[in-house]
C-alpha cells in the first residue's frame, strides 16, 4: 500500500511540475494506447521511449514498430533479445570507426552467439537497446516501408533476402501489424 501511495505522489508533483508541452506528451492517445499494449503483452519495453519517440517524430509507425518488436522478440520477451536487452535482433558489429553514425551500433556493450545465425548485439538495459531498435527502424529507412505496408521489402532488408523462413516471417509479421492496429483502435487511436 505505501509503494502505491508513494507512486500516486510522485506522479501528482512530476504532474504539477512537468512542462505543459511534456504533459501534453504524457496525456496524449497514442501515449495511454502504448502503455497499454505493452502491458497487455507483458512487456519489459519502457513505453515512454516510444512515446517520446513518437510525440517528437510524427511519421514513427507505432504500430509498424510494434509489430517488428513482436515478430523479432515476442516485445522483448524471448530469447536472447530479452536476455542480452536487444528486443530488434540488431546485429553485432565488432568494429566501429569513432564518426559512425549509425547509434544503434555504437550503443552495443557486446554481443551473444545465435548457432547458424552470427553474432547479435548486446545492450546495457532494455531501455538502450530499445532505443536502438527505434533508431535502426526509423534512420535506416525501415519506417517508410513498415508505414506502407512494404512487408516484403522490408523482410529483405531487415531478415534478409535468402534467410529460410521468410514467408513465414511475413506472415507474422503482418499478422502482429493487424493486432496492435486493432489494440490501439480499442484506446481510441488509428494507426
Avoid at 512530476?14 to 494506447?33: E, I, K, L
Avoid at 547509434?103 to 553474432?119: D, E
Avoid at 516484403?152 to 496492435?180: E, M, P, Q
Wanted: include cysteine; charged fraction near 20%; aromatic fraction near 16%.
Amino acid at each position: 500500500m505505501r509503494w502505491r501511495l508513494a507512486v500516486a505522489a510522485a506522479v501528482l508533483v512530476a504532474a504539477f511540475f512537468m512542462p505543459a508541452n511534456a504533459r501534453a506528451y504524457v496525456d496524449s492517445p497514442d501515449t495511454v494506447a502504448i502503455q497499454g499494449i505493452l502491458q497487455e503483452h507483458h512487456s519489459p519495453l519502457p513505453w515512454w521511449t516510444v512515446a517520446a519517440f513518437k510525440a517528437s517524430h510524427s511519421d514513427f509507425d507505432v504500430a509498424g514498430y510494434l509489430a517488428v518488436m513482436e515478430a523479432e522478440s515476442s516485445m522483448g520477451r524471448t530469447g536472447g533479445s530479452a536476455r542480452y536487452c536487444n528486443p530488434g535482433n540488431i546485429k553485432f558489429c565488432g568494429w566501429r570507426a569513432p564518426d559512425d553514425p549509425k547509434v544503434w551500433l555504437r550503443w552495443q556493450c557486446g554481443s551473444w552467439y545465435c548457432k547458424g545465425q552470427g553474432y547479435y548485439g548486446r545492450y546495457p538495459t532494455m531501455y538502450w537497446g530499445q532505443r536502438a531498435a527505434i533508431r535502426l527502424i526509423y534512420d535506416a529507412g525501415y519506417n517508410r516501408q513498415l508505414a506502407a505496408h512494404d512487408w516484403d521489402g522490408f523482410s529483405k532488408r531487415y531478415y534478409g533476402t535468402n534467410v529460410k523462413g521468410r514467408s513465414s516471417y511475413i506472415a507474422d509479421l503482418r499478422a502482429a501489424h493487424n493486432r496492435i492496429v486493432q489494440e490501439a483502435r480499442a484506446y481510441g487511436v488509428a494507426w
